[in-house]
C-alpha cells in the first residue's frame, strides 16, 4: 500500500489549500483515512479525520470551522481543504491509513503514511 500526497505550497494568511492524498495496492473503502501534522521538535498532532464507512469526521481545535476532509472512494482519493490559513499553520502534512483505527489521534494505529506535504503560509 502507498499514499502519495500532493497540493502543498505557499499561500499568504487568508488563503486556501487543497492536499490529496492517493491510495494505491489495497481498495481504499477499507480504510479511516487520517491527517497529521508535524512541527519541528513537537509531536505529530491529529488535524482531521474521516472514517471508511459513515464518513464519520473529527478535526482538531485548531483547524475546526477552517479545513473540511473528504474522500471520493471511486478515485481513491481523501483530500483536506484548508481555509482561512494561518502562519501558525505552516508545518509538514501526512496522510496515513489503517485497517483498524481504535483511536484516530494515535499514530500508532496506522498503517501506512505519505511522505509529507510542505504547507508555508508566508508572513
Known amino acids: 500500500v502507498q499514499l502519495v500526497e500532493s497540493g502543498g505550497g505557499e499561500v499568504q494568511p487568508g488563503g486556501s489549500l487543497r492536499l490529496s492524498c492517493v491510495l494505491s495496492?489495497?481498495?481504499?473503502?477499507?480504510?479511516?483515512i487520517g491527517w497529521f501534522r508535524q512541527v519541528p521538535g513537537k509531536e505529530r498532532e491529529a488535524v482531521s479525520y474521516?472514517?471508511?464507512?459513515?464518513?464519520?469526521?473529527y478535526y482538531g481545535d485548531s483547524v475546526k470551522g477552517r479545513f473540511t476532509i473528504s474522500r471520493d472512494d471511486a478515485k481513491s482519493t481523501a483530500y483536506l481543504l484548508m481555509n482561512n490559513l494561518k502562519p501558525e499553520d505552516t508545518t509538514v502534512y501526512y496522510c496515513?491509513?489503517?485497517?483498524?483505527?481504535?483511536?484516530?489521534?494515535?499514530?500508532?494505529?496506522?498503517?501506512?503514511w505519505g511522505q509529507g506535504a510542505q504547507v508555508t503560509i508566508a508572513v
Open positions: 496515513a491509513a489503517g485497517i483498524l483505527v481504535i483511536d484516530l489521534k494515535r499514530k500508532n494505529d496506522y498503517d501506512y
Open positions: 495496492g489495497d481498495h481504499f473503502d477499507y480504510y479511516p
Open positions: 474521516i472514517s471508511n464507512q459513515s464518513n464519520e469526521t
